[in-house]
């Protein structure tokens, strides 16, 4: 994760006032055009947490988006596994980080704003482990095939790890293809026995 000189920056919420800006970034960093709904459901869910701009010196100059959804089920053939994997979400439901976005400005990049957005995130799941995010197993995000870059910053940077490859993820771009990216997280402090 070498580049250029670290800067300062701070983080501020996606709002109504300023999803523009999330627009424009996007599109700046982006091959594909996010819908109307991405943007409305961004600012609907109002955790700056998890969905925040970077600022340096009050301009904008990145983005992350992620949301808290459920764990997929197991699609392994183990019926013994499933039923337990089953009873398990029953009790306490999977749940996982997806990281939606994470955009910056071509002339802010290789200034470790990136890293310093993912590493909000990743202090924000570490601070809230054992609360609201107790049932969260891992962290995924999609990564288009060809973006050895972005594989590189998240499995080099945070240890990701590259998983399968999913056939014909993205519409119109090309290599349609993409690589889910995981990290799983542990609750070593928070489980009894």
Request: proline share 4%; charged share 25%; hydrophobic share 40%.
């Amino acid at each position: 994760m070498s580049g250029g000189k670290d800067i300062v920056i701070d983080f501020g919420a996606i709002t109504d006032d300023n999803v523009e800006q999330l627009r424009l970034v996007n599109k700046a960093c982006f091959p594909i055009n996010y819908n109307p709904t991405f943007y409305s459901e961004v600012v609907k869910r109002k955790d700056e947490d998890l969905c925040k701009f970077a600022y340096h010196n009050g301009f904008v100059c990145g983005e992350i988006c992620a949301r808290v959804e459920p764990l997929p089920a197991p699609t392994e053939n183990n019926a013994a596994d499933a039923a337990t994997a089953t009873a398990a979400a029953a009790a306490n439901p999977r749940k996982r980080i997806y990281i939606m976005t994470l955009g910056v400005l071509a002339a802010y990049r290789g200034r470790r704003i990136g890293t310093k957005l993912v590493q909000s995130i990743l202090d924000h799941y570490e601070a809230e482990k054992t609360g609201k995010f107790a049932a969260v197993e891992e962290i995924v995000l999609h990564v288009q095939t060809s973006n050895e870059g972005a594989m590189k910053f998240y499995i080099d940077g945070f240890g990701f790890e590259k998983g399968e490859m999913v056939e014909n993820y993205y519409k119109r771009i090309d290599p349609p293809h993409c690589f889910i990216l995981r990290k799983k997280m542990t609750h070593a402090d928070s489980v009894s026995v």
